[in-house]
């Protein structure tokens, strides 16, 4: 098992930046694939990011490239998202996702692991 709390979320004006993070205990953390949905009410759960065990490989919506970065530190078993530029559309539920095999990164079935969730509030 796995545990992820998020933090980092809140209420943020257009343009500004928040920086999101992912604790994770329970399993060895490094050899996790770890990631980043949103969900608005109504709509389906969106990848937003993801980062490989070792951090050589992330992946990005096409809708947060070169705004978003993700981390992750291995030896303090958490990942973060650095979020520049925000947008009203960007405001949402961020879940940190833990999984356990590769593939499937941009689909929420693969994921093995979520978090709570922490809301993003980007106003205009």
């Known amino acids: 098992q796995v545990q992820l709390v998020e933090s980092g979320g809140g209420l943020v004006q257009a343009g500004g930046s928040l920086r999101l993070s992912c604790a994770a205990s329970g399993r060895t953390f490094s050899t996790l694939t770890m990631g980043w949905f949103r969900q608005t009410p109504g709509k389906e759960r969106e990848f937003v990011s993801n980062i490989t065990w070792n951090g050589v490989t992330t992946n990005y919506a096409d809708s947060v490239k070169d705004r978003f970065t993700i981390s992750r530190d291995n030896a303090k078993n958490t990942v973060h998202l650095q979020m520049n530029s925000l947008k009203p559309e960007d405001t949402a539920v961020y879940y940190c996702?833990?999984?356990?095999?590769?593939?499937?990164?941009?689909?929420?079935?693969?994921?093995?692991?979520w978090g709570q969730g922490t809301q993003v509030t980007v106003s205009s």
């Open positions: 996702a833990a999984k356990i095999r590769n593939g499937g990164y941009w689909r929420v079935d693969p994921w093995d692991y």
